[in-house]
């Protein structure tokens, strides 16, 4: 065997490679087929399937943003917050625009410039809190978990000043009316941005060198740093990469409840860290895909749904996705042992 | 007589009150392979850290291709056409091979999806398969993390890394510390040829045997001085030994 036909893989290794990294997405595929095959009248309806994707499309966006981070070797605990934060900015602004600042409920005649305004301050904002997590990651050198940690505290109670504490609930009518309930090509709007947004993240972690150097750092950052990788530059872009897609969740967020919603993305970090993992992304560094992490935002959406369709009380999804993601901790481990020792 | 690829003088270092280097001379020559060798605490590395711009001289001069030289940085060394592969090997245990030898140097697509920064990857895969042929080292698959290869395996894909890069001369701190027989020998098979490939290799041991086997040239270190300059045929273990533990300023012949 020549070296050039060692590059090429066999269908064995293939077949291996999927089956190691794949387990997760046979999961879902066999709770669709179990869910569907017990209720295809309600669970397989085009309805159900819409709203599936519906809900699961903001989360969808923040976990392709942690994918990122954890793949660098970080974490990101102030997503929910940080989203928090952007879409309370983003209505303030969109109300002051619109001079009707101060409007407490109801819907606006704001126009698209000003909802262009609105999001690009919401992605404006989402960035700096991000750069402000990877320049005290990268530079300050303090443990990811405790600067995200921290900026989740700030940034939720900057939005609470903010706004005084209670939601800004007056929103513009073109932004509800056709992003957050709107089609495009028979599609829901929220579905299609977070399906761009996965397209091109997932085509910049796989193909660029961008993405590379992400895989890099994660896997070893001083090796990165003696190739002439800006580990410092690179860190920070991710966690910039991260706060930008809270951004545009807080848009998205924005559009579908037509309010802010201060108390409602406490979870979303817990949410989103289960979501990469479960798809494969390691917790230490160097190994994930986006792919993966579609996968991991659905199984927790599809499980409840099906247990309600079904009728066992919703509960139990938290119990079994707990589950799910200590066997997935579990597995990524024995991985890693395997691969050493072969 | 060709002149040296690599020519330090003089070159002093003092750690608060340790001297650490005591004014040593050392040269590389095109095409060669020089053992560094020296007990624990004779300088060796300090010597290399200062050659691959790791730390700085007090005193005495470097001079490369003739002309004299100051590394403030290992990017610097590198630029000049020096590397060193440390035993941690900075590889990235999750990459494959190919993305390892090429990370930081990536190439791009051309045009326009190359400004997007659009890996090549095919292009990358071939290249490294060329390097790895013409340096003999055979890897089961080029697919895989580099993690799961053999410790000689990583070792040569760190090597191969630095040989692609360095056009000079590339130092090998203890590159075989940590491996069986078979994949020693394949190592030092690897380091031929990479001087055979034009690079010259300054090999950092402690192995005699596996010195005077593979050395073009054995430079001794002892408390800081360089005591001997020998060619293998000219000397064997013992005398090795004996200049390492006893050997004087006044034996060295630059």
């Known amino acids: 065997m020549t070296q050039t036909d060692a590059f090429r893989e066999t269908g064995e290794d293939r077949l291996l490679r999927l089956l190691a990294s794949g387990w997760i997405f046979l999961l879902l595929v066999g709770l669709i087929a ?19 994707a519906i809900n699961a499309a903001i989360i969808l966006v923040l976990a392709v943003g942690q994918t990122y981070v954890i793949i660098s070797n970080g974490i990101d605990l102030s997503i929910g917050s940080v989203l928090v934060f952007c879409s309370v900015v983003s209505a303030e602004i969109m109300l002051a625009l619109s001079g009707a600042a101060g409007t407490t409920f109801g819907t606006t005649s704001a126009g698209w410039g000003v909802i262009l305004l609105g999001s690009l301050a919401a992605v404006a904002t989402g960035i700096a809190w991000g ?39 007056a929103m513009p009518e073109l ?70 897609m809270a951004g545009i969740a807080a ?21 989103t860290i289960s979501a990469v993992v479960l798809g494969g992304t390691s917790l230490f560094g160097g190994v994930g895909s986006v792919f993966g992490t579609v996968v991991g935002v659905f199984i927790p959406i599809i499980l409840l749904n099906g247990f309600v369709i079904l009728g066992i009380p919703p509960f139990w999804q938290t119990v079994a996705m707990g ?5 997935a901790v579990w597995i990524d481990q024995l991985k890693r042992r395997l691969r050493k020792r072969g | 007589m060709p002149e040296p690829i690599l020519q330090a003088t003089g070159i002093t270092r ?43 001289a007090d005193g005495g001069e470097i001079r490369i291709d003739g ?46 999806l190359g400004r997007l920064g659009m890996l090549d990857r095919q292009a990358m895969r071939a290249e490294s398969a060329k390097v790895f042929e013409t340096l003999g080292v055979n890897l089961k698959s080029h ?46 098979e690897l380091a031929k040829r990479v001087r055979d490939s034009g690079t010259s290799v300054v090999l950092i041991s402690h192995n005699m045997p596996q010195v005077l086997e593979v050395a073009d040239r054995i430079h001794v270190l002892r408390l800081g001085e360089s005591v001997a300059n020998l060619r293998p045929a000219e000397t064997t273990v013992d005398g090795l030994v004996r200049e390492m533990t006893s050997g004087t300023r006044e034996g060295f012949t630059p």
């Open chain 2, 143 to 188: 697919r895989v993390p580099v993690d799961t290869l053999s410790g000689g395996q990583r070792q040569s894909v760190a090597i191969a890394r630095a040989a692609m890069w360095a056009e000079k001369i590339v130092f090998l701190d203890e590159p075989t510390a940590a491996l069986g027989v078979v994949q020693t020998a394949r190592v030092l």
């Open chain 1, 323 to 327: 589950a799910v993601l200590i066997l």
């Open chain 2, 14 to 56: 003092t750690f608060g009150h340790v001297q650490a280097l005591r004014g040593v001379d050392f040269k590389v020559m095109p095409g060669e392979i020089v053992a560094l060798i020296g007990d624990n605490g004779a300088g060796k590395s300090t010597l290399v850290k200062i050659l691959s711009g790791a730390d700085r």
């Open chain 1, 251 to 271: 848009v998205m967020s924005n559009a579908r409840f037509a309010t802010t919603t201060i108390n409602g993305h406490a979870m979303d970090n817990l949410t």
């Open chain 2, 67 to 112: 002309t004299p030289a100051r590394f403030g940085s290992p990017a610097e060394a590198q630029a000049a056409g020096i590397a060193t592969v440390y035993q941690d090997l900075a590889l990235a245990p999750d990459l494959p091979p190919a993305e390892n030898l090429f990370l930081g140097r990536e190439r791009l697509k051309p045009g326009l």
């Open chain 1, 34 to 52: 179990i869910f569907s095959l017990l209720r295809p009248a309600q669970f397989g309806s085009g309805y159900n399937i819409q709203q599936l």
């Open chain 1, 131 to 169: 750069l402000l997590n990877g320049f005290l990651v990268a530079v300050a050198k303090i443990p990811a978990l405790i600067v995200t940690l921290g900026t989740l505290g700030m940034a939720l109670g900057g939005a609470q000043i903010l706004s005084g504490g209670t939601d800004v609930r």
């Open chain 1, 175 to 244: 932004l509800v009316t056709h992003v957050g309930s709107g089609r495009i090509f028979g599609i829901p709007a929220l579905v299609m941005i977070a399906v761009l947004v996965v397209l091109v993240a997932g085509l910049v972690l796989h193909f660029t060198r961008f993405g590379l150097h992400t895989y890099a750092v994660g896997s070893n950052m001083e090796g990165a740093r003696r190739s002439g990788i800006d580990v410092t530059r690179q860190t920070m872009a991710v966690y910039a990469l991260s706060g930008g």
